[in-house]
């Protein structure tokens, strides 16, 4: 079992729909939860960072952890073309980060 | 302030062949990781160098291998290239504070294509 597993869409909404992307992970023991955005030929870029359960804000964007269901979610409001790019989700194990496999999102005009 | 710079940014060898990949951290920052991302996946952790010593080291063959330099840039080496060596190569840098969330900072990668 993969320690962090993602769909890899690609997912395909219009402009101004809110989008949720998630990830699962296996290890409970996990504490620091992280979004990366990564634009095409780009290196990944640091979006949300979350310590433990809860929810984090922060302008559009929504990160949510659900440490009982191992669950971690980003949430995009009023998307904007300029969103379209692979989202990657992130754990912090034993001081490296391992990444999920990305979803690919584009935002339809 | 500049950024994680990494050059260069394509490369084209055959198999067999050796490669070395350059980064120079975030000013500021003194710890440097490398990780190759496979198209249509995530990253994935090759190693990480501070004060010029490798402290950990993800799940890859000794053909990787890495330096840190004394102004904390760093180097990364691979050895007699496999075609499934073909991936994005990215240098991350970040600041060592002793905790375990230190935040990363990317460079826009290496592209290697092993032919």
């Known amino acids: 079992q993969k320690e962090v597993e993602q769909d890899p869409g690609p997912l395909s909404v219009p402009e101004g729909a809110i989008v949720s992307l998630n990830c699962t992970y296996s290890?409970?023991?996990?504490?620091?939860f992280m979004w990366y955005r990564q634009y095409s030929r780009k290196g990944p870029e640091l979006l949300m960072y979350t310590y433990s359960s809860g929810n984090k804000e922060d302008g559009r964007f929504t990160a949510q952890v659900d440490k009982s269901s191992k669950y971690i979610s980003l949430f995009i409001r009023d998307s904007q073309p300029s969103d379209s790019a692979t989202y990657l989700c992130a754990i912090y194990s034993a001081s490296k980060i391992i990444f999920g496999s990305g979803t690919r999102l584009s935002i339809r005009p | 302030d500049a950024g994680v710079t990494q050059s260069p940014t394509h490369l084209i060898k055959t198999r067999g062949q050796q490669v070395t990949l350059r980064c120079s951290p975030k000013s500021g920052h003194d710890t440097v990781s490398w990780y190759q991302q496979a198209l249509g996946q995530g990253p994935q952790f090759i190693f990480q160098y501070y004060e010029e010593e490798e402290r950990q080291r993800g799940n890859f063959p000794d053909r990787f291998s890495g330096h840190q330099f004394p102004n904390y840039s760093s180097e990364l080496n691979v050895n007699a290239l496999l075609l499934g060596d073909s991936a994005l190569y990215l240098c991350?840098?970040?600041?060592?504070?002793?905790?375990?969330?230190?935040?990363?900072?990317f460079g826009s990668g290496t592209q290697l294509s092993v032919l």
């Open positions: 991350a840098s970040s600041l060592h504070t002793g905790a375990t969330n230190e935040k990363l900072f």
């Open positions: 290890n409970s023991a996990f504490q620091y």
